[in-house]
């Protein structure tokens, strides 16, 4: 079985400010590994994804994560936020179709 | 290209009244997929559909029915609707590798 922990419930930041949100997970089989961000009162959209190869990924909207397998982790980064960031962002680990595993979430909360 | 679509977006239920929940998608994906989303719980899958055929349980299938009617739409079903089932519902599909989801925008259910 897999797990997903989101160590962080809740984030404030300032806006400009570098921003990490952090994902660890544990899983006895490869996975993949998803950030999603949801805005208030829509759906989930893909930020970016980890399959293999370059343990660095970029995403959309300025969004980067480093894969490290020896910690287990999928930490989520911006370098610099803006107040249209604010939103509650997944972490995802996926072995196959059905087995998925989100975690709790992390509300961003971008302020000026 | 409307990606994934749900009816209803809001529905209030009555304790033991039944009701369906559609989801259709465009993107000729294989795979299907039924959430809910509760506060502080990230998402939890209630029933899939790997491919057309199929379906299968998630993590909380209980009080839950689903069909896949053909590849486009996969429908859920509560059969005698109780407040525990007050939640957001997200329908998803994906392709077979890298299993990334596409999520419609949720059915606000709730339960009296």
């Known amino acids: 079985a897999q797990s997903v922990t989101q160590l962080d419930s809740q984030v404030p930041v300032f806006e400009e400010a570098p921003v990490e949100l952090r994902c660890n997970y544990s899983s006895s089989v490869s996975v993949y590994l998803f950030w999603y961000v949801q805005y208030p009162n829509q759906g989930l959209q893909l930020l970016l994804k980890?399959?293999?190869?370059?343990?660095l990924v970029k995403g959309i909207n300025g969004f980067e994560a480093e894969f490290n397998k020896s910690q287990t982790s999928f930490h989520l980064r911006k370098p610099s936020v803006h107040i249209s960031d604010t939103a509650e962002y997944f972490c995802?680990?996926?072995?196959?179709?059905?087995?998925?595993?989100f975690g709790d979430g992390t509300t961003l909360t971008v302020k000026p | 290209n409307a990606g994934v679509t749900q009816t209803p977006k809001f529905q209030v239920l009555k304790t033991g009244q039944s009701m369906t929940l559609q989801c259709a998608q465009d993107?000729?994906?294989?795979?299907m997929y039924w959430y809910r989303q509760d506060p502080g719980m990230g998402l939890r899958l209630i029933y899939y559909s790997a491919s057309e055929g199929t379906t299968d349980k998630g993590e909380v299938p209980n009080g839950y029915n689903v069909s896949r009617l053909n590849k486009r739409e996969f429908s859920l079903r509560l059969e005698s609707a109780a407040p525990s089932q007050t939640s957001v519902y997200f329908c998803a599909s994906s392709e077979p590798y890298p299993y990334e989801q596409y999520f419609g925008p949720g059915t606000r259910l709730t339960v009296t």
């Open positions: 995802a680990v996926i072995v196959y179709a059905g087995k998925s595993t």
């Open positions: 993107m000729n994906h294989n795979s």
């Open positions: 980890y399959l293999s190869g370059s343990t």
